[in-house]
Every structure is written in structure tokens, then in C-alpha cells.
């Protein structure tokens, strides 16, 4: 609970207040004070009728004699009641209620407090509740949360429920353990539909059902654990499918030590760290700008002779005064020479190579990562950027600011091409960064549009599919409509159209397959026939669609 809910009760347990007459009481807003009295009554502790009183019910009444006892801001506000919670089966020691998801300092800091005011105590067996209105509050409090709650989309159900023998595929905080995440939920967490469920299925299941700090957090440490092997694109396709975008946007923006809209799901940082540690991650920290220009400076002055680099990322960013902090400086060179040069620099400076690299940097490819304490990491590529998009002559000419640090000349990407990257490219924290650009620079969105196709044409790889993905999370979670999206969804279908048709496909088929709206795949199906790209045959039930063959599709 929260500890204004509990001066909320305490008021009321003399007689009915108005909502000015509680906010005054415990010095905070109206607004914020009627959230509060909301969320009480959700749990029924309060009602409201002629103002706000205490509720009639089981549970407030324990709650009434519960304060008159305890100091209760010391027992069950926070973390503390999830604790006491997961106390109510039999007694508890630490390594088993860590399996459940808590921090180890967490547990230490918060058992030790409720011990002293004698509601817990330590046994042979763990902790254990003493105080029998505390663990009658308990299980009223446990009784009141649905016995079983049910998700739905496109037919398929999530289901979260206590009981042992519900059918479907484990799922969510249900199948954690099974991916190296040590974590034993209350509740049973199972899929039920029509398809095989891969780790992002997990992760966002894991979103949607998540029903308290703790939960949110151990989403947090699932994605840590295994962000090098999880497709991004993918991520936000589902979080989409499931509504729960806005929940996975806050998960990455927290993990990323970025403003959240919804601050009430998550832990504090201490908190969230001090339990990735128990579980072997260490999140990265942010540097300033101080650090970024002295690295630059001292880079600039150990090199013996002129170097230009390309830089991107946040570092751009805070040369550009759009960002104050930044975990990498990512920069990309034209040559193998020019890096090698780079490499030896910085190595001669201190800076050690990571062997170790951590997964989600594996999955970029820089050609080598450089760190040294108290500075950020230096990413470095060579030519191709993430092991994908490519340094092009038009990047290098829309360069806009360039800056000299001794022998080191530093030229800005353009923040259209920064969009692009961090359009496509899967660190948590990007998709507020390409929010910032959008809302703070004037983009180029034809020199972009063009960018992505051309990065299409020499990659062989759909980009535009990830920058549409991003533009669809920007409209959603900022407003942002960019004016060229009407003509990225039709770029990206008829690209989608013209892979799929490579075997003749009816339009249920495509309808199962691609994600459009059915007026966009008719209307595209009939551009590409008009054009000559696709063959319809016309005899069947359905209409059957296949591709025309071209050299440009011959290596597929």
C-alpha cells in the first residue's frame, strides 16, 4: 500500500471527510488525494456516498485495527506487503523469497524493519507472520484480486490464475525459469492459441499480466537477460497486439533511466539494481557531456596524425545540446586503416576491448567496443553501422557540424540519419531519443524516405519495416504523425507483397500473413498487377497472386 492510502484510512476512521478536507489533511492535491481515495475503493477500504468513509468491509476493518497497533508505513507500505504476502503459506528464508523475485538488500532492509515492530519474526524454518489481524488483513486483501483473470486478442487468451490445471502453453512469469530467470510466481501464467511461443512472446505476455512493481521488474530483468537475442521489431509488434504498448515503452524508458508516464509500476532504481545484481546484471550507467569531451580531447590529442570519424548516437546528440548524458560514443570511419589507428589510440589511453561483449552489442556488430572507467564506451564501425546500414556518400554529405579535437575531427551525422539508426536499431532508450529528434529538429522526410529506400536497395534488408514500426510507436505514445508514413505503409506493403508472392498466395493467405488492412493488400495487389509485377489466376475459388520473377528477386 501506499503510505498516503494509509493516512487516507487513518482519518477516516473517525468519521466521513470530503475529498478537499483529506487533501488538507495529508498535505497533498485534490486531484492527487482523489486518485488515492479511487484506488482504495477499488480495493474497498472506502466508499463514497455523502463524502468518504471507511468501507463496511472485512478487510478496512482489519486495516481500522491494524493502525491503531502498528506504525503500518513500517509494515506493509511498497515492497513490504508483497513481502509479508509471499510470508502468508509458511515460514520463508531469504534465498527462497529471492526466487520470488525480490532483491536480496530489499529483503535485509524491509524484513528487519517489520521485525522490529514485532509483526514478523525469525525462525529455524524463515520468517514468519506473528500478528494474526495482519495475516487475516492478508488474506482478505489476497481474497479480493480476481480468482482468475482473463486477456484476449485475435482469438488467442492469456490467463492468470491460481489454479494448477488450466490447459495451455506456460507463459509469462510461468516459463521465466525456463529461460534462465530464476522466478517462482504466485499465480499460473498459460497462452492459449494457435502458435508456438518464442522469447518475445514470453517477455510481452510477462508485460500484459503484470500486476505490481515487483512483476514490472522482473519483466525488466527478463529483457536484460536476454535483450541480445530479442528482435525489436517483433517486441513492439506484440506489445501492439496485446495493449500493452504504453506498459512496454515505460518498461524501456525505466530500464534506460528515462522519464516513464506511469511511475507508479516500478520499483525504485536502487531497488531495481540491487535485484539485477542478485541475478548477475549490472545496468549500465549514463556519462555526462563533461566525460564525452574529455574522452574526445584526450583521443584527439594521443592521435598522431588527422582522422575524421562520423559520429552517432547520443553522443551527437549532446554535441547538439539535445541530450545531457549518454552511455556510448558511437562513431563509424570510412576505412579499415582510419580504425586501426582509433583501436591503438585508445588502448594506449587505457581503454581495454570488452571480450565479453554484452549480447544486444553482439547483435549490433560493432567491429571492436573500447571501455574505461569513468568514461562512456566507444563503439566503433567500419563503413556499415550496426552491421547493417551502411555509411552512404548522401549520410556523409548531409553532415551538418563538425568540431576538432586536436587530430580528431568529429562530423555530426545529420539528425535525419540519426533517425534512421535509432529507427532500426535495438538498444532500449532509442525509441525516446528518435521522439526528441522528431519533436525538436526539422527533419528532412523526403531525404529520409529516400535514405531508408536506398538502404533497402544496397542491403538487401527491409529497414523500412522497422522505421514504419517506430513511426506507428511515435503516433501512439507521443502524437507525432510523420508526414510521410501514408507512403512508408505502402512502400513496405508492396515490398511485403512482392516476398510473400514468391509462392502463389490467395488473398486469405496474405491476410494471415501480413499485417495491413484488407483495402491496402486489395489496392497494392491490383497496382502490381497493373504494373506487371505479380500474375493473378483467376480460375480458382479464390484468387491465386504470384510474383513475376525479376533479377532483382533471383537471389532469393
Known amino acids: 500500500m501506499r503510505e498516503a492510502a494509509l493516512q487516507v484510512v487513518d482519518c477516516l476512521r473517525d468519521r466521513s471527510y470530503t475529498i478537499g478536507e483529506l487533501a488538507d489533511a495529508i498535505d497533498k492535491s485534490q486531484s492527487w488525494t482523489s486518485e488515492v481515495v479511487s484506488d482504495l475503493e477499488r480495493d474497498h477500504l472506502v466508499e463514497r456516498t455523502d463524502g468518504v468513509q471507511l468501507a ?20 506493509v507500505t511498497g515492497t513490504k506487503e508483497e513481502i509479508l504476502v509471499a510470508l502468508l503459506g509458511s515460514p520463508k528464508t531469504i534465498a527462497e523469497l529471492q526466487k520470488q523475485g525480490f532483491a536480496k538488500s530489499t529483503l535485509y532492509q524491509h524484513l528487519n524493519e517489520i521485525q ?23 488474506e482478505a486483501r489476497t481474497r479480493t484480486n480476481p480468482f482468475e483473470t482473463e486477456y484476449q486478442t485475435n482469438g488467442a487468451r492469456l490467463v492468470a490464475t491460481n489454479k494448477d490445471d488450466v490447459e495451455g502453453t506456460t507463459t509469462a512469469f510461468s516459463a521465466f525459469t525456463r ?17 508456438s511461443l518464442d522469447l518475445e512472446d514470453i517477455l510481452i505476455h510477462a508485460v500484459t499480466v503484470a500486476e505490481s512493481k515487483k512483476q514490472m521488474a522482473m519483466a525488466g530483468i527478463f529483457y536484460l537477460t536476454h535483450r541480445g537475442t530479442l528482435e525489436t521489431s517483433e517486441l513492439w509488434r506484440l506489445a501492439n497486439r496485446w495493449d500493452c504498448v504504453e506498459k512496454w515503452a515505460d518498461l524501456l524508458a525505466y530500464i534506460d533511466r528515462r522519464e516513464v508516464h506511469q511511475e507508479e509500476l516500478f520499483v525504485s532504481w536502487q531497488e531495481f539494481t540491487d535485484l539485477a545484481n542478485d541475478y548477475g546484471l549490472y545496468p549500465r550507467g549514463h556519462h555526462p557531456e563533461d566525460s564525452l569531451r574529455r574522452g574526445l580531447e584526450e583521443l584527439g590529442n594521443q592521435l598522431e596524425t588527422p582522422v575524421d570519424v562520423y559520429l552517432l548516437g547520443g553522443g551527437n546528440l549532446i554535441l547538439r545540446d539535445l541530450k545531457d548524458s549518454t552511455k556510448d560514443v558511437d562513431i563509424v570511419v570510412e576505412d579499415s586503416q582510419t580504425f586501426v589507428v582509433i583501436a591503438e589510440s585508445l588502448r594506449a589511453l587505457g581503454y581495454e576491448e570488452q571480450g565479453d561483449l554484452e549480447a544486444a552489442y553482439n547483435q549490433l556488430d560493432p567491429s571492436i567496443v573500447l571501455e574505461k572507467e569513468g568514461f562512456p564506451r566507444w563503439d566503433i564501425f567500419v563503413e556499415t553501422v550496426a552491421g547493417q546500414l551502411q555509411l552512404t556518400d548522401a549520410m556523409i554529405d548531409r553532415c551538418d557540424q563538425s568540431f576538432e579535437y586536436g587530430n580528431l575531427h568529429v562530423h555530426l551525422l545529420s539528425l535525419t540519419d540519426i533517425f534512421v539508426f535509432k529507427s532500426i536499431t535495438e538498444r532500449e532508450g532509442h525509441l525516446e531519443d528518435v521522439a526528441l529528434i522528431a519533436q525538436q529538429a526539422n527533419l528532412d522526410w523526403e531525404g529520409l524516405f529516400e535514405e531508408i529506400k536506398t538502404q533497402d536497395d544496397r542491403t538487401g534488408r527491409f529497414f523500412s519495416f522497422a522505421v514504419l514500426d517506430t513511426l506507428d510507436i511515435l503516433e ?10 501514408n507512403r512508408l505503409v505502402s512502400y513496405c506493403l508492396e515490398n511485403a507483397l512482392l516476398v510473400s508472392l514468391a509462392k502463389p498466395k490467395t488473398i486469405e493467405d496474405l491476410r494471415e500473413e501480413l499485417d495491413f488492412p484488407d483495402h491496402r493488400i486489395y489496392n497494392k495487389l491490383g497496382k502490381l498487377e497493373e504494373d506487371g509485377q505479380i500474375t493473378v489466376d483467376r480460375t480458382g475459388r479464390l484468387n491465386t497472386y504470384q510474383r513475376v520473377e525479376s533479377d532483382d528477386y533471383n537471389s532469393e
Request: no cysteine; aromatic share 12%.
Open 56 to 75: 463496511q468491509t472485512y478487510e478496512a476493518t482489519l486495516l481500522a485495527e491494524l493502525l491503531e497497533q502498528y506504525a503500518l508505513a513500517k509494515v
Open 116 to 138: 522490529e515492530t514485532g509483526a514478523i519474526t525469525r525462525t529455524d524454518e524463515g520468517y514468519t507472520i506473528t500478528d494474526d489481524t495482519l495475516r487475516s488483513f492478508l
Open 179 to 195: 529461460y534462465g530467470v530464476d522466478y517462482h510466481p504466485k499465480k499460473s501464467y498459460v497462452y492459449q492459441g494457435d502458435r
Open 476 to 485: 501512439q505514445r507521443h502524437d507525432i504523425v510523420a508526414p510521410i508514413k
